[in-house]
């Protein structure tokens, strides 16, 4: 069974080169190759094999395939209206991903859930939201609408409902955004019509696809776990298997410093 990325359409923008110098480093040039790797994996008409574990980012080694300078990424803001979790949480997750991205909703109704439950919900986790619209005029109007709910403290109840099954099928018209924001909760919807269509709205969704595209990120949903790359709507265990990995590394960092 191919790995399950999405990627962008022939009808789809190409996507953008970053305008900021890449800094990242080697952590860049190995997330590229990830993710191209794991894109062409998509497509690939044979069966997947033991590799798969070592494509999608983790092994059995717990420093293997993690970058610093991509763990720095991680904002930590406890403002954040587009992350989950506690800003001081051991383990970070970055999700790069489009709102009409079939994997990317598979990834929130089937495998995220069960995280929040067991990590983020325990202070281990924290979940950071980054738009990467990358399906044409329609993504970056949901994007943007994730934006505005997010502002009145709905993000994630958002998140939900455009993810519910057969919601992308309707299409991200302003009319379906607009419901999909009372569905919601968003309490002020004039409000909520003018952020999506303001340039504060502009501005993040375009900060947040820099920063995708300036790692090498071509496909959604892509993350990063602590610095750790893992592309497309892995099983849950991947995910699992990374958490607990970065979580007793920095446990035994922690442990080390205040041992200094």
């Known amino acids: 069974m191919p790995t399950p990325t999405s990627k962008p359409s022939p009808k789809s923008p190409k996507p953008r080169r970053s305008r900021k110098p890449l800094v990242y480093g080697a952590g860049v040039v190995a997330v590229a190759a990830l993710f191209g790797y794991v894109s062409y994996r998509a497509t690939a008409p044979e069966p997947r094999s033991a590799e798969s574990s070592a494509v999608a980012g983790v092994t059995a080694d717990p420093q293997d395939g993690v970058y610093p300078e991509l763990a720095r990424l991680a904002r930590r803001d406890a403002g954040d209206k587009l992350a989950l979790g506690r800003a001081d949480a051991p383990v970070v997750l970055i999700e790069y991903a489009d709102f009409k991205c079939g994997y990317c909703a598979k990834f929130a109704r089937d495998t995220e859930p069960a995280l929040v439950k067991k990590y983020v919900d325990e202070g281990v986790l924290r979940i950071e939201w980054r738009n990467f619209p990358i399906f ?58 003018r952020d999506a269509d303001g340039s504060a709205a502009t501005a993040a969704v375009g900060e947040d696809q820099e920063q995708g595209y300036s790692i090498g990120a071509t496909s959604t949903p892509s993350f990063l776990v602590n610095g750790r790359p893992i592309a497309g709507a892995q099983p849950t265990e991947t995910f699992t298997r990374a958490i607990e990995q970065a979580a007793a590394a920095a446990g035994s960092s922690a442990t080390k410093g205040s041992a200094k």
């Open 136 to 193: 044409g005029a329609e993504s970056e109007a949901a994007a943007r609408a994730s934006w505005a709910a997010g502002q009145q403290g709905r993000f994630w109840e958002f998140h939900r409902a455009a993810y519910a099954e057969g919601v992308k099928e309707k299409g991200f018209g302003k009319d379906r955004l607009k419901a999909l924001a009372r569905q919601a909760g968003v309490a002020d919807l004039d409000r909520f019509t």
